[in-house]
């Protein structure tokens, strides 16, 4: 479903990801880990289409699209979706204004008709409960004043509402207490069940700690070395980076 081959991304010149290859089939989560400034995060920008991100080789599709030559709203109305790290704050733009055009956006990409603002205040309710986000903080500026946890409950909610083909979480951990991790972790979850078409999903977890996939389980992990994969391996790979660290895959890298 999801498939990098040879990629290789600049930013500012100097080349990040050095010919990295990775697929992922329908229905699993695969998770990255690496050292900082190994390219995680330029790998996320990259495939979704930031400014800045040069790819210079290599290609990347989503279920035959072709991510590279495609715009950031064609690559989202094909089905991907980034949880950011640090998610932008927007002022002057409500939150349920945000999801209600992004949602609208996409449906109008595969030629459906856009959702009244009572079926979509109806949908981002049901969503919203299961994460805690309260109506106030839905009229409120789009990240503004949010806390880091209000901040990636809210990246969670984008993503139950828009319910991606594929999505990448660039450390959706970052700044998260254990109560709001498992908030999250539930939500992310929920979209992967059979019922919530989470068989046809895909997902790419980016994160440096284990605590993070004790509750968002991996298919598979990888471990991210000097731009490239570096090795590959079940959950237990995880585990092996908690307790050793990194070193002997950059020697090898």
Not at 13 to 38: D, F, Q, W, Y
Not at 52 to 69: P, R
Not at 192 to 197: D, V, Y
């Amino acid at each position: 479903m999801f498939d990098v081959q040879n990629l290789h991304v600049a930013v500012g010149g100097t080349e990040i990801i050095k010919g990295l290859t990775l697929s992922v089939p329908a229905g699993e989560t695969h998770a990255i880990m690496g050292p900082n400034g190994s390219g995680k995060s330029t790998l996320a920008y990259a495939l979704a289409g930031r400014d800045g991100y040069a790819v210079t080789q290599g290609s990347a599709t989503l279920d035959g699209l072709n991510l590279l030559e495609a715009s950031p709203e064609q690559r989202a109305g094909g089905g991907l979706f980034l949880s950011f790290q640090y998610p932008v704050e927007i002022p002057g733009l409500s939150a349920i204004a945000f999801l209600k055009a992004s949602l609208n956006s996409l449906r109008a990409q595969h030629s459906e008709v856009a959702l009244s603002a009572p079926e979509i205040l109806k949908l981002i309710r049901a969503r919203a409960d299961a994460l805690k986000i309260s109506d106030e903080m839905l009229k409120r500026p789009l990240n503004v004043g949010f806390s880091g946890g209000e901040k990636k409950r809210f990246e969670a909610l984008q993503m139950a509402v828009l319910a991606p083909r594929f999505a990448i979480l660039d450390e959706t951990d970052s700044g998260l207490d254990i109560d709001a991790l498992k908030i999250v972790s539930e939500s992310v979850n929920a979209l992967r069940k059979p019922e919530n078409g989470g068989a046809e999903r895909g997902m790419l977890v980016i994160t440096h700690y284990q605590r993070l996939l004790d509750y968002i389980k991996p298919d598979r992990v990888h471990v991210l070395a000097q731009g490239r994969i570096a090795a590959s391996g079940g959950p237990e790979l995880a585990l092996e980076l908690e307790r050793e660290g990194y070193d002997k895959y950059l020697r090898a890298a």
